[in-house]
C-alpha cells in the first residue's frame, strides 16, 4: 500500500494568492516526521518544512505553512502569497521511527503559478 | 547544511555499458542515499549506503545492477551496469546530517542519465 498520497497531479494558482497541497500518509509508528521538498525544473530537491509527530503546533518557515491534522493523517502545504517561482513540482515525504533510515517520498504535485 | 557534489551531472550511455556516479560532500555524514527518479516519476530509493558496512538495498534493486561503495564518510559512488533505456532516470544522492525522523535529507543536484 502506498504511504504517501498526493491527490493532486497538477494545481494552478493565481500569482498572490494561497494554494494548499494535499498530503495524506499512512502509518503506525508513534514517532515519525514529515517533510516537504521543492523541485524546479532544474531538478534539485530543496527543503521547505517539516512537521514532528508529536509537535504541538503546525509548523511555519517563511510564506510555508504546514497543516498537520494527527488524526486524519494529513499533513497539506500551505504556500501564502504565491510567486512565479514556487511554480515546480512538490513532493510530501515521511520518515519513521522504525525505519529512520529511510525516507518516502510521495508521488508529488506539479504546482503552476499565473501571472 | 551540507554542499553535495555528483558527477556526472549528465551523460548519454549507450546499452549495455556501466557508469559511475560519484558523490562528494563537504561534511563527514554517517548516512547516504541514493535515489533514482524516473521521467515524469517521484523519487525512489535504491539503498543506503553507510560507511565501514555493506550498502542495503530495497525491493528491486539488487548489488549486482547497482553497486555502490563508500569507502569513508565524504564519499560514494553508485554503478549502474549494464546499462538500458529503462535506466534512463536521474539519480540523486542525498545525506542526513541530524539522524532520527527529524533529519531532512539534503540533495546533490543529480545526474541525468540517457541510455540509447
Known amino acids: 500500500a502506498q504511504k504517501i498520497t498526493q491527490t493532486q497531479p497538477g494545481m494552478f494558482v493565481q500569482e498572490k494568492e494561497a494554494v494548499t497541497l494535499d498530503c495524506t500518509y499512512d502509518?503506525?509508528?508513534?514517532?515519525?516526521?514529515l517533510f516537504w521538498y521543492k523541485q524546479p525544473s532544474s531538478g534539485e530537491m530543496i527543503f521547505l518544512i517539516y512537521?514532528?509527530?508529536?509537535?504541538?503546533q503546525n509548523a511555519t518557515e517563511g510564506r510555508y505553512s504546514l497543516n498537520f491534522q494527527k488524526a486524519r493523517k494529513s499533513a497539506n502545504l500551505v504556500i501564502s502569497a504565491s510567486q512565479l517561482g514556487d511554480s515546480a513540482m512538490y513532493f510530501c515525504?515521511?520518515?519513521?521511527?522504525?525505519?529512520?533510515?529511510?525516507?518516502?517520498f510521495g508521488p508529488g504535485t506539479s504546482l503552476s503559478v499565473i501571472p | 547544511s551540507a554542499v553535495i557534489s555528483q558527477k556526472p551531472s549528465r551523460d548519454i550511455c549507450q546499452r549495455g555499458t556501466s557508469l559511475t556516479i560519484q558523490c562528494q560532500v563537504d561534511?563527514?555524514?554517517?548516512?547516504m542515499f541514493w535515489y533514482r527518479q524516473q521521467p515524469g516519476q517521484s523519487l525512489t530509493l535504491i539503498a543506503t549506503?553507510?560507511?565501514?558496512?555493506?550498502?542495503?538495498?530495497e525491493s528491486g534493486f539488487v548489488i549486482d545492477k547497482f553497486p555502490i561503495s563508500r569507502p569513508n564518510l565524504t564519499f560514494s559512488t553508485l554503478t549502474v551496469s549494464n546499462m538500458s533505456p529503462e535506466d534512463s532516470s536521474i539519480y540523486l544522492c542525498?545525506?542526513?546530517?541530524?539522524?532520527?525522523?527529524?533529519?531532512?535529507?539534503?540533495f546533490g543536484e543529480g545526474s541525468r542519465l540517457t541510455v540509447l
Open positions: 542525498s545525506v542526513d546530517l541530524a539522524g532520527g525522523v527529524s533529519g531532512e535529507l539534503f
Open positions: 502509518t503506525s509508528d508513534p514517532s515519525y516526521g
Open positions: 512537521q514532528g509527530s508529536y509537535d504541538q
Open positions: 515525504a515521511m520518515r519513521e521511527i522504525t525505519s529512520y533510515d529511510k525516507v518516502i
Open positions: 561534511s563527514q555524514v554517517t548516512m
Open positions: 549506503a553507510n560507511q565501514g558496512s555493506e550498502a542495503t538495498y
